[in-house]
C-alpha cells in the first residue's frame, strides 16, 4: 500500500473488506466545509503532505508522548493539542485524532453539527428565509465567520468545558472530605484528602497549560495573525493584497457560544486586515476568561484543601503530644488540662485557617 494510506468509509454500514494498516498508520476523521466526514487510517508522511507541516509539528499531536497544550498556527494549517484534542485545522477542513475516543467522539459530533451550517444557508438563502425570526439573525452572522473560526472556537469550548466538568467533579468530592475530616480524624479521611489534593494539583497543571497558550497568542498579535488561514490563502491568489478583503464577523453558529455572548454587541463592521487581530482576539479572550474562571476555582479549592489539612495536623500534633502516656511529674494530677488544651488547639487551628484564606483573598491570589 502506498504511503498515503487507504480510506475507510464513515458509514458504519459500508461493506467491503478491510485492508491492513500501514506501520505507523493512525486514524483520523477528515471534516469538509460541506461537512462531509470520512474516517482515515492513515501514516504521518501523508498528514505531513496533505497539510504541509513539518514532522515536529506532527509530533506534538502523538498522544504516546507528554507535550503540553499548543495552538501553532503555520502557512497553511493550525495544528491544536489540547489535551485530548489533536487537530490539524485548514482553511477548509478539520483533521481530528482518535474519533473514536469517549472523550473525542463529542467534538466531532459538535463538529459535525456546526461546520456545514455555514455553507447551508450561502449555497440556499431562501430555505434559510423559511426559519424565520431570531434563527435569519443569526445565521446573517454566521456567514461571515471564516471556517478555521468555527473549527477553532469548537475545539475551545470542548476543552474548556471539559476542564471546568472536571474541576467541579472535584470540587463536589472535596467539600465533604473536608468536612468528615473535621469532624473525624482517621487514617482513612487523611488518605482520602491526600488523593484528592493529589488529583487536584495535577488538574491544576492541566488547566494552567491551556491558560497559559492562549495567554500567549493573546501577548502576541503576529501569532494571532498566522491563524488566519482564509486570509492567508485569499492574500496569495490575489494579485493585489487586501484590495478586496472579506470582513469577517467572530460569532458562533450556536446561540449559547462564549463570542456571541462576548463579541455579538461590540463587533458590527469591520474594514481591511487591519482589525483581524481584534477579531480573533475577542474569540481567544472569551475562552481565556472561561479558562481563567475555571483556574481560579480550582486554585482557590486547592489552597483550602491544603490550609485545612495543615491545620488538622497542627491540630493533631498538640492533641497527640499532651495526650500521650508520657510519665511526667507536672502529668500528675492534671488530667483536666487535657480537654483545654484540644479545646484551645482547636480554636488556634481554626483562626490560623480563617487569616491564611483572608490573606489569599486580599492579596488577590484565589478569588473572592
Not at 81 to 92: G, P, R, W, Y
Not at 205 to 226: G, I, P, S, T, Y
Request: net charge negative.
Amino acid at each position: 500500500m502506498g504511503r498515503d494510506g487507504y480510506i475507510v468509509p464513515a458509514d458504519p454500514q459500508a461493506g467491503g473488506l478491510k485492508k491492513p494498516k500501514v506501520a505507523g498508520s493512525r486514524s483520523w476523521i477528515l471534516m469538509d466545509s460541506t461537512g462531509n466526514d470520512t474516517v482515515l487510517d492513515i501514516d504521518k508522511y501523508a498528514i505531513m503532505h496533505r497539510v504541509q507541516i513539518h514532522a515536529r509539528d506532527l509530533r506534538i499531536l502523538d498522544p504516546l508522548l507528554s507535550y503540553p497544550s499548543a495552538i501553532l498556527g503555520r502557512e497553511k494549517a493550525i495544528v491544536l493539542n489540547l489535551e485530548h484534542i489533536k487537530a490539524i485545522i485548514t482553511a477548509d477542513e478539520v483533521l481530528l485524532r482518535d474519533p473514536s475516543d469517549e472523550n473525542v467522539i463529542p467534538v466531532v459530533e459538535e463538529l459535525r453539527r456546526r461546520l456545514p451550517l455555514v455553507n447551508a444557508s450561502r449555497n440556499g438563502h431562501g430555505d434559510a428565509k423559511e426559519l424565520g425570526g431570531q434563527h435569519d439573525v443569526d445565521t446573517g452572522e454566521e456567514d461571515e465567520s471564516p471556517f478555521e473560526f468555527r473549527a477553532l472556537e469548537v475545539a475551545l469550548e470542548a476543552i474548556c468545558s471539559f476542564l471546568a466538568a472536571r474541576t467541579t467533579e472535584l470540587e463536589t468530592a472535596a467539600y465533604p472530605a473536608l468536612d468528615e475530616l473535621t469532624t473525624k480524624i482517621s487514617s482513612r479521611n487523611l488518605d482520602r484528602v491526600r488523593k484528592l489534593k493529589s488529583g487536584m494539583t495535577r488538574l491544576t497543571a492541566r488547566v494552567q497549560k491551556v491558560r497559559d497558550e492562549l495567554e500567549q497568542l493573546l501577548d502576541d498579535d503576529d501569532d494571532m495573525a498566522d491563524l488566519y488561514l482564509s486570509r492567508k490563502l485569499a492574500g496569495a491568489s490575489s494579485p493585489v493584497s487586501g484590495s478586496g478583503a472579506a470582513s469577517w464577523l467572530v460569532a458562533s453558529p450556536t446561540i449559547g457560544s462564549k463570542i456571541s455572548r462576548v463579541s455579538r454587541a461590540s463587533v458590527a463592521t469591520v474594514h481591511g486586515d487591519e482589525n483581524d487581530v481584534e477579531e480573533l482576539e475577542m474569540l481567544l479572550e472569551a475562552y481565556f476568561m472561561q479558562i481563567d474562571g475555571t483556574f481560579n476555582k480550582i486554585t482557590t479549592l486547592e489552597l483550602f484543601l491544603s490550609s485545612g489539612t495543615v491545620c488538622l495536623a497542627i491540630y493533631s500534633l498538640l492533641a497527640g503530644i499532651f495526650g500521650m502516656n508520657i510519665p511526667y511529674t507536672w502529668n500528675t494530677g492534671y488530667g483536666y488540662m487535657f480537654k483545654w488544651v484540644v479545646l484551645l488547639s482547636g480554636i488556634f487551628c481554626c483562626i490560623i485557617f480563617v487569616l491564611i484564606v483572608t490573606y489569599a483573598r486580599l492579596k488577590g491570589l484565589v478569588g473572592s
